[in-house]
């Protein structure tokens, strides 16, 4: 089946002990979120690809960064996590036919990050 | 701006009992309309959708009817299950994001 993976499901650092997340696709969606969820909340959105292009969301701490190598993989680069930043953190996929015509998003099962 | 409003949560049921939950929301044309499920320790998954007026988007049982003259998208379900204890999330699309409803916590008691 098409779905979006996320590795590894729990992740545990030390403060301000990079860390990676990742994330792959097999939908071949052309645009792929990073969001941030923490305790039930409504996700946060971090950044998106669109294609190559790299969008971040301007209230997004430069602590987070992300990769995307090619279509079907993303990754979130935390740089030196602080314990506000322990939370679940989700990747989506979408199918964009043109610019601003977004559809559904597709979602993994989301990291869920613990900083120590 | 773009904006979705569902209503506070927890919502607590018997099992069998119906569903409703609200969700209104403001938006410039005519946007999209979705609700997400997110059970427990999971990611969010697509419970159904409608894109334009008067559509209505079902799943799983569960309905619901994009009303455009009251700008509202409101979940029901006839009769709720033990399984369906989850969070639900209204949203609609606004250029390339989803902009969320806060959520409504659904407790559906045996």
């Known amino acids: 089946d098409a779905m979006v993976i996320q590795n590894p499901r729990y992740q545990v650092t030390q403060f301000g002990k990079p860390v990676t997340l990742s994330c792959s696709q097999t939908?071949?969606?052309?645009?792929m979120y990073w969001y941030q969820q923490k305790s039930s909340q409504a996700p946060k959105l971090l950044f998106h690809?669109?294609?190559?292009?790299?969008?971040n969301e301007a209230d997004t701490p430069d602590n987070f960064q992300s990769r995307r190598p090619n279509t079907s993989f993303c990754f979130l680069d935390i740089r030196s996590p602080g314990l506000g930043d322990a939370a679940m953190y989700l990747c989506?996929?979408?199918?964009?036919?043109?610019?601003?015509?977004?559809?559904?998003?597709?979602f993994g099962p989301g990291t869920r990050l613990t900083v120590l | 701006g773009n904006s979705v409003t569902q209503m506070e949560g927890p919502v607590t049921l018997s099992e069998e009992a119906f569903l409703t939950i609200n969700c209104t929301y403001t938006?410039?044309?005519?946007?999209?309309l979705f609700w997400y499920v997110q059970y427990p320790g999971e990611g969010l998954q697509l419970l159904l959708k409608?894109?334009?007026a008067d559509d209505k988007g079902s799943n799983k049982g569960f309905e619901a009817t994009y009303r455009k003259e009251t700008t509202s998208f409101h979940l029901e379900k006839g009769s709720v299950q033990v399984s369906d204890s989850a969070v639900y999330f209204c949203?609609?699309?606004?250029?390339?994001?989803?902009?969320w409803g806060a959520g409504t916590k659904l407790i559906i008691k045996p």
């Open positions: 989506a996929t979408s199918r964009a036919a043109e610019a601003l015509s977004y559809n559904e998003q597709f």
């Open positions: 939908l071949n969606h052309n645009v």
């Open positions: 690809y669109y294609d190559k292009d790299f969008n």
């Open positions: 938006a410039t044309g005519y946007p999209s």
């Open positions: 409608a894109t334009k």
């Open positions: 949203a609609l699309v606004s250029n390339y994001q989803l902009i």
